[in-house]
C-alpha cells in the first residue's frame, strides 16, 4: 500500500515556525521528486517546495529564503521548515511523491495538513 503520511500542521502567529513532515510508505523503487503543493480556499493548487535526486530544490516565489525543504532518502521521508510565516501561507498543505523526473510520471498525495497563520 502506496500512502503518505503528513504531520506538523497547525496554528502559528505571524512570524512564527511550523514543520511539516511527511513520510513515504510502500514504494518500490526510487522516488524521483518529494515535496508540497498547497491550496487555500478559492485559490489555485500552487507548487509550494520540491526536492528531487541529486538535491535539485524549487521553491515558489512567495516562500523561498523563508521556508526550506529537506530529504532523507533512505527514509522517504521530508521536511518543510517553514520560517517567517505570513497569513498568506495559510493553506491546506499537500506532501506528493512522484516517480519520475516527467510530470506525466505516477504521483501520490498525502492527505493534507492545515496551515493557519493568524493573530
Known amino acids: 500500500q502506496v500512502q503518505l503520511v503528513e504531520s506538523g500542521g497547525g496554528l502559528v502567529q505571524p512570524g512564527g515556525s511550523l514543520r511539516l513532515s511527511c513520510t513515504a510508505s510502500g514504494f518500490d523503487f526510487r522516488i524521483y521528486v518529494m515535496g508540497w503543493y498547497r491550496q487555500a480556499p478559492g485559490k489555485q493548487r500552487e507548487l509550494v517546495a520540491k526536492?528531487?535526486?541529486?538535491?535539485?530544490?524549487d521553491y515558489s516565489n512567495s516562500v523561498n529564503g523563508r521556508f526550506t525543504i529537506s530529504r532523507d532518502s533512505a527514509k522517504n521521508t521530508a521536511h518543510l521548515q517553514m520560517n517567517s510565516l505570513k497569513p498568506e501561507d495559510t493553506a491546506v498543505y499537500y506532501c506528493y511523491a512522484r516517480l519520475g523526473p516527467s510530470d506525466y510520471d505516477a504521483e501520490y498525495w498525502g492527505q493534507g495538513s492545515q496551515v493557519t497563520v493568524s493573530t
Open positions: 526536492e528531487s535526486i541529486g538535491r535539485s530544490t
